[in-house]
């Protein structure tokens, strides 16, 4: 149980174009996605928090306009990256809290490249 | 700010040793504690978890973590490594109990010889 997927799993774009990442919980409802990012070497940095229904909570320094994120049902919480820059380039992995609240379960992580 | 540090980077045993991996961090209130492990090419996954009460917690695998809150350490334990055991762990933390915040350290990447 409590498995979370992350669609594409690899996705290589061009400056200037937008991605949009999928988080989906496949088998419980996720009042919570989180959505972080993950740099060689480096510790998961959270970007942002989103819950069901409401905007999502964005960490500081990230930006809100770039890193659109939509969390429209209890399974789905989606990541745009816009007008995507090769400084975006990084790994991006989400997870969800489910409705018990106490822990988080993670995707496998998306690879992004930005040419 | 809140951190939390994981000071060892790379730890290289070979099989039937003992482990131990440093955390430590930064927030002075309540905290909840993790550790997961992420296997070569897998998503992270939960080794185990502090709440309250025992200091001391088992998880899967004979992990096992102590918490010291006099010295904001969480580390994590065992007391003979396997080849399988090969993989990055990381150590968390989610303050106050807030549940929408947590606080990875930079993970600690283990190889264990055969």
């Known amino acids: 149980g409590a498995v979370v997927s992350q669609h594409p799993s690899r996705v290589i774009c061009k400056s200037g174009t937008s991605v949009k990442i999928e988080c989906r919980s496949l088998?419980?409802?996720?009042?919570?996605m989180f959505w972080y990012r993950q740099f060689p070497k480096k510790s998961l940095m959270l970007m942002a928090t989103s819950n069901e229904g409401s905007k999502a909570t964005y960490e500081q320094g990230v930006e809100k306009d770039k890193f659109l994120i939509n969390h429209a049902s209890l399974t789905l919480s989606t990541l745009t990256v816009t007008s995507a820059h090769p400084e975006d380039s990084s790994f991006y992995i989400c997870?969800?809290?489910?409705?018990?609240?106490?822990?988080?379960?993670f995707g496998p992580g998306t690879r992004l490249t930005v040419l | 700010a809140q951190s939390v540090s994981q000071h060892n980077h790379h730890v290289i045993l070979s099989e039937a040793a003992s482990l131990e991996l440093g955390c430590n961090y930064s927030?002075?209130?309540?905290?909840?504690l993790f550790w997961y492990v992420q296997y070569p090419g897998q998503h992270l996954q939960l080794l185990l978890k502090y709440f309250s009460g025992d200091p001391l917690v088992k998880g899967i695998k004979g992990f096992e973590a102590e918490f010291i809150k006099s010295k904001f350490s969480f580390n994590l334990r065992k007391p003979s490594v396997q080849w399988s055991d090969t993989a990055e762990y990381f150590c968390a933390v989610n303050p106050g109990h807030n549940f929408n915040k947590f606080y990875f350290g930079s993970g600690t990447k283990l190889n264990v010889k055969p």
């Open positions: 997870s969800a809290r489910d409705l018990a609240g106490d822990t988080q379960y």
């Open positions: 088998d419980f409802q996720a009042t919570t």
């Open positions: 927030y002075g209130g309540t905290v909840n």
